[in-house]
Nanobody
Framework: QVPLVESGGGLVQAGGSLRLSCAHS????????MGWFRQAPGKGREFVAA????????RYADSVKGRFTISRDNARNTVHLQMNSLKPEDTAVYYC????????????????????WGQGTQVTVSS
């Protein structure tokens, strides 16, 4: 098991910003590809953003491109999701995900591409 602990969620007005963080307890964090997903009430879990092992490669859902930025700090075993220009439709529980990577460039954008999941942090955007 690789415990993942998310933080940084909360209530914000539309147009505001939040920064989510995910702490990874493993000793080899740099060997894990990381991702963020979200799940709104009554909907399935959807991909938000992903980053490869070294952090040079990223991928975003079209709905968040240009507003959200994923980054990782391998020295602190942490991945972040900076969310700007938030919209009410961004309201959801946000989940951090991790999986061991074999190739530095690989990025996963589906839930099946990840083995480990955090408990989630609620993000609510009011209009």
């Amino acid at each position: 098991q690789v415990p993942l602990v998310e933080s940084g969620g909360g209530l914000v007005q539309a147009g505001g910003s939040l920064r989510l963080s995910c702490a990874h307890s493993g000793r080899t964090f740099s060997n894990y590809r990381m991702g963020w997903f979200r799940q709104a009430p009554g909907k399935g879990r959807e991909f938000v953003a992903a980053i490869n092992l070294g952090g040079a490669g990223t991928r975003y859902a079209d709905s968040v491109k240009g507003r959200f930025t994923i980054s990782r700090d391998n020295a602190r075993n942490t991945v972040h999701l900076q969310m700007n220009s938030l919209k009410p439709e961004d309201t959801a529980v946000y989940y951090c995900a991790a999986s061991p990577g074999l190739v530095a460039s690989e990025i996963a954008t589906t839930t099946g591409g990840y083995q480990y999941w955090g408990q989630g942090t609620q993000v609510t955007v009011s209009s």
